[in-house]
């Protein structure tokens, strides 16, 4: 269908087509035509997800269409899985920003796929984004370095997250327990994997206002506990919650 033929046909249809295409292929091949059509494909603008994107078509998306769309973007996924490198690559291209808040105003939701050690600077630029949702690559095993500026800038900032999602399959995170408390009254929902039981315990201090919480424990360990549940440390909102773990001795019954 010639596009001048496409661009009169009822919105129903034309997002209908659209449901076939990534988010990449309708913005590539319709954003540009007519002020009505770019108001339809609008969604496709604010959630921009290009986890699937090859380099070269990542390359594309960057030069060519986030500067017409960046404004707009609320939601944002990237991801290495497809496109290795892609996190650390657009980290380079916003270097000279202190926040991506600052090259994306608008951005309120934001997912690293296949995160790993080299993309940890950009971790710094998370400030004033709701909700940061990271998952780390199963195929390379963080660095202990890494773990510290997760837990750092994740937990111990004064980023005012309002949901958290950090899935450690390497044994879970260590939490910094030596550290001074920082507490983010904002967090409402946190899905995460610990290394032990403890570290559950400190992100109650720390989130004292969690309504949502899934979390998985790794492994019993035999060392004295640095943290200790009282009434007091309890999520007092806490409504929906899920824990779990294939350790039986690092989660009892009477524990929980």
């Not at 492994?219 to 009434?231: G, H, I, L, M, V």
Request: a negative charge; hydrophobic letters at 40%.
């Amino acid at each position: 269908m010639a596009v001048s033929k496409f661009e009169h046909l009822p919105d129903e249809i034309i997002l209908a087509v659209c449901l076939y295409l990534r988010p990449f292929e309708v913005i590539d091949g319709f954003g540009q035509l007519n002020w009505r059509l770019t108001r339809t494909i609008s969604q496709f603008r604010r959630d921009s997800d290009i986890h699937h994107l090859t380099l070269t078509q990542y390359q594309r998306w960057y030069s060519y269409l986030l500067p017409s769309t960046s404004k707009h973007i609320t939601k944002f996924v990237l991801s290495n899985w497809n496109a290795p490198g892609q996190i650390h690559l657009f980290n380079q291209s916003t270097k000279y920003y202190t926040s991506l808040r600052d090259f994306l105003p608008n951005l309120t939701q934001l997912r690293l796929i296949d995160f790993s050690n080299d993309d940890v600077d950009i971790l710094p630029k998370l400030a004033m984004i709701d909700k940061i949702l990271i998952d780390i690559d199963a195929l390379r095993p963080l660095l202990y370095s890494t773990k510290l500026l997760l837990d750092r800038y994740l937990f111990c900032s004064s980023f005012p997250f309002k949901e958290v999602r950090l899935w450690v399959g390497d044994n879970g995170i260590r939490l910094q327990h030596n550290t001074d408390l920082i507490v983010n009254p904002h967090l409402e929902q946190l899905t995460i994997i610990v290394a032990h039981i403890d570290d559950l315990i400190l992100l109650f201090k720390r989130s004292p206002n969690l309504i949502k919480l899934y979390a998985e424990i790794n492994s019993f360990t035999a060392d004295e506990p640095k943290q200790y549940a009282t009434a007091e440390v309890m999520p007092k909102k806490l409504t929906d919650f899920h824990i779990q773990t294939n350790d039986q001795k690092a989660l009892t019954f009477d524990d929980l």
